[in-house]
């Protein structure tokens, strides 16, 4: 079985893979208050006593990558790969510095280039929203970085002295007649629409229509205040990237350890 571990601002999302098919995803917090202990019996009591002979992990945290490569190495005695830049991606990154680039963005990517006609528009709604764009030739070219949706109604929350927190919620009409309804239409359709203009923005600089695939919790929810139909929502493509680039990656041990 192959652990992938997609490791978030707010949650590690766990896959696990029989081959090429995808039998189970299992989420644990992120926290990076907790202790290698800590981790330990969270991800054995999540995954369980299981057969795992290989493991990928992708983090946009500092320092949790580390950290879940010493606790899936100690629970399952294996030696993980991490994903970064001095990996096989299995794509042309095309930016100006490619170090910069979130591990989840790659895999995305990887995914999105395998499974897709190219160009192609990852949008990922998840702490932050992302698009990760891959143009006709393969080659990442970069993309969008926004606050997500809990950010925006976390922020203001936090930031205005008067406005509630409140959860991702269905907008019942863009005018909001009350403070809960105009913040969710603010937000919610807000991000709806921002998608769309963005969608349009990047096709114009790209000077072709691309494919349009979403990824991330709250997808489904943004997509149905879009003009733009999404070509494909594919919930599990970050860890369909992370299984594509540990079996890249599986045998190059000279690649392996170059980022610890």
């Known amino acids: 079985m192959l652990l992938t571990l997609d490791i978030g601002n707010t949650n590690i999302t766990i896959g696990l893979f029989n081959g090429e098919e995808i039998v189970d995803i299992k989420r644990m917090p992120t926290d990076i208050h907790y202790s290698n202990d800590r981790y330990e019996q969270l991800l054995f009591d999540t995954v369980g006593d299981i057969n795992i002979k290989g493991c990928i992990i992708a983090s946009v945290v500092n320092g949790l990558d580390m950290l ?12 993980s790969i991490i994903l970064s830049t001095n990996l096989d991606t299995g794509i042309k990154l095309k930016l100006k510095d490619n170090n910069e680039i979130g591990a989840d963005r790659i895999a995305n990517g990887i995914a999105a280039a395998k499974l897709y006609k190219l160009p192609v528009i990852v949008v990922d709604f998840g ?5 990760d764009i891959v143009n006709s030739k393969g080659e990442f070219i970069g993309g969008v970085i926004a606050p997500g949706i809990n950010t925006q109604l976390t922020s203001l929350s ?3 002295s008067k406005l509630p927190k409140l959860d991702a919620a ?7 007649d009350n403070t809960l309804d105009a913040i969710l239409s603010g937000v919610i359709r807000g991000t709806a629409c921002m998608v769309d203009g963005l969608i349009e923005q990047c096709e114009n ?4 229509n ?5 990824t991330g919790g709250l997808c489904r929810l943004i997509a149905k205040y879009m003009n733009r139909e999404f070509d494909d929502i594919n919930p599990t493509l970050t860890l369909l990237g992370l299984k594509e680039l540990y079996k890249l990656n599986q045998n190059q041990e000279h690649l392996l350890h170059q980022y610890l």
């Open 205 to 208: 600089e790209l000077g072709e």
């Open 158 to 160: 936090k930031c205005t």
């Open 68 to 79: 879940m490569y010493n606790v899936v190495n100690s629970i399952y005695n294996i030696d």
């Open 170 to 176: 269905k907008s019942e009409n863009a005018i909001g």
């Open 127 to 131: 702490t932050a929203n992302t698009f």
């Open 210 to 214: 691309a494919t349009i695939v979403a």
